[in-house]
């Protein structure tokens, strides 16, 4: 038996060295806490993407226009979040937001492309 802290209340207990909690209450709390934070940054990531992608398929009626940067961020568009990125043989960098995409032209203009 070796002397431990919880690493839930803090408090000391003795067990086990790989004995992390001092109860079944402080497990089921501290797991609470670690599985409600990664559900929130999946529901997070997911409702950026959804909004992204909103934002392109109202932007992007006829499968391919080009917008400027600034119109994209007036919509509050997140460029830290898609779902792929597709690089052409040519060296263009395609984002992708499921089956929309952009593609950075020169002078801040973007053109939107939906993907077949
Ligand atoms: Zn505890």
Redesign the pocket.
Known sequence: MNQQK?I??G?SFKGRIDKK???DY?RNTYNNKVNKTSKNLIRNTNNRLRKNYKVLTELNKTGKTKVSRSKLISRNFDFNFFTQIYTTKTNNVYYYVYDQGYLELDNEIYLLIKRD
């Open positions: 919880c839930e209340c408090d909690y001092c109860s402080c």
